[in-house]
């Protein structure tokens, strides 16, 4: 069966860091891309960043360039996001999600909420 | 990067009738690479069409996609009352994905 499971989301104060992590399950992270998007309270849903699962090679939106880092273990089939430099911007769910080539985001986790605020 | 315009940003409707949602590109998609994704209000949004006009697995034949280059559609026959929710449109044929600002469809 086909997983996805973030955690590590939370209470973080502006100008914090935290990290969140993807567990992934019923396939190999090695064979796909792999994407973090996030939704705002009550707005829209804005892709964030893409990682290569195989070379692990990442994409960022210019929203996030500079201050997320998305990063792969295929030996524990987890991928993560390092969000630095938070504001209250940034509050929302953040979905981790497989990223397919050919069918879009095919396969979506529960999501984690991120909060800043002090 | 593509951006993605959904027209209308609302559409009221009853149950039976029939639903086109519009998303335009700014520039070609290519290969048509344009998903359609149903959000319902405290969920997890769902795959419904990829490739533009193929039905992602488990979706109900009553949702059908078409279009290419930069004008695509959903079309939602037969509205069932579970439909009335947020549609939005995404373009995975550049490295930077992007969405589209959603449809709302309202009863």
């Known amino acids: 069966q086909l997983q996805l499971e973030e955690s590590g989301g939370g209470l973080v104060k502006p100008g914090g860091s935290l990290t969140i992590s993807c567990a992934v399950s019923?396939?190999?992270?090695?064979?796909?891309?792999m994407s973090w998007i996030r939704q705002a309270p009550g707005k829209g849903l804005e892709w964030l960043a893409s990682i290569n699962g195989y070379n692990g090679n990442t994409e960022y939106a210019d929203s996030v360039k500079g201050r997320f880092i998305m990063s792969r273990d295929n030996a524990k089939s987890s991928v993560s996001l390092q969000l630095e430099s938070l504001s209250a911007d940034d509050t929302a769910i953040y979905y981790c999600t497989r990223d397919n080539l050919v069918s879009g985001f095919d396969v979506w986790g529960q999501g984690t909420t991120v909060t800043v605020s002090s | 990067e593509i951006v993605l315009t959904q027209s209308p940003d609302t559409l009221s409707l009853s149950p039976g009738e029939s639903a086109t949602l519009s998303c335009r590109a700014s520039?070609?998609?290519?290969?048509?690479?344009l998903a359609w994704y149903q959000q319902k209000p405290g969920q997890t949004p769902r795959l419904l069409i990829y490739?533009?006009?193929t039905r992602a697995t488990g979706v109900p034949g009553r949702f059908s996609g078409s279009g290419s280059g930069t004008d695509f559609t959903l079309t939602i026959s037969g509205l069932e009352p579970e439909d009335f929710v947020i549609y939005y449109c995404?373009?995975?044929?550049?490295?930077?994905?992007?969405f589209g600002p959603g449809t709302r469809l309202d009863i």
């Open positions: 019923g396939f190999s992270l090695r064979d796909y891309y």
């Open positions: 520039q070609r998609v290519s290969d048509n690479y």
């Open positions: 490739g533009a006009s």
């Open positions: 995404q373009q995975y044929s550049t490295s930077a994905r992007t």
